[in-house]
């Protein structure tokens, strides 16, 4: 029943089936993620991590965001691209920062679609 109303969240002008649904999930945290990720935290590794590299690709990384996001939310995606650039990309590598980004989503999309008592407090 709740995938069904995430599906009903992501419909354009037809309903999506469950199946559907659950495709676009798996494409979206098992392609999208990653591709997104390596765009944006391959270049610091490779061209070295200094300042205009943390500058430019964590903006980057926020400015992506805005389509979805409200300019204080991708501050705050900016301030914690710059912190996996700084702290965790050279120390863990960028397998790490694509792993904690599919659980981080992941718990996002539990707490907002999947928990039922969002819909409860919520509405």
Do not use: M
Request: hydrophobic share 50%.
């Amino acid at each position: 029943p709740r995938l069904q109303e995430f599906s009903e969240k992501f419909q354009t002008h037809r309903k999506i089936s469950p199946r559907t649904a659950y495709l676009y999930l798996i494409s979206f945290f098992f392609i999208s993620i990653p591709s997104e990720d390596g765009i944006f935290l391959a270049p610091p590794i490779l061209l070295g991590i200094n300042g205009w590299t943390i500058t430019l690709f964590s903006f980057l990384f926020g400015f992506v965001h805005f389509y979805k996001y409200s300019t204080i939310n991708c501050l705050r995606i900016v301030f914690a691209a710059i912190l996996e650039i700084v702290f965790i990309l050279p120390r863990y590598g960028l397998l790490t920062c694509i792993l904690g980004h599919i659980l981080f989503d992941l718990f996002c999309f539990y707490a907002i679609i999947v928990n039922p008592a969002y819909k409860a407090d919520n509405h």
